[in-house]
Nanobody, 119 residues
């Protein structure tokens, strides 16, 4: 199973970006999809996660500004980021956990996409 992210880039403070992440491979079900980020010198942190649309978690720092959504038919997760701040600058990583066609659990990460917010 592989994840491919897109949608990062450079944006001014107050602007918006939408990240996308598509999962491909031998997938039976994806239980959790989410986004993490890592800024230079910092540890990777959870931004938002969605467990089968039943439990959605957000980091306190992004609540009210970011929205995670899923399209299970397309094995895709999105992150709509509004009112971006310079402190949102980081490499954003997609994450997925589920079972493959052989019923084996998988946990995979995308390659990361850079989001830069200028002041």
């Amino acid at each position: 199973v592989q994840l491919v992210e897109s949608g990062g880039g450079l944006v001014q403070a107050g602007g918006s970006l939408r990240l996308s992440c598509v999962a491909s491979g031998s997938i039976f079900i994806i239980n959790t999809m989410g986004w993490y980020r890592q800024a230079p010198g910092n540890q990777r942190e959870l931004v938002a996660s969605d467990t089968k649309g039943e439990r959605i978690n957000y980091a306190d720092s992004v609540k009210g500004r970011f929205t995670i959504s899923r399209d299970d038919a397309k094995n895709t997760v999105y992150l709509q980021m509004n009112s971006l701040k310079p402190e949102d600058t980081a490499v954003y990583y997609c994450y997925a956990k589920g079972r493959d066609a052989d019923a084996r659990w998988f946990e995979v990460w995308g390659q990361g996409t850079l989001v830069t917010v200028s002041s």
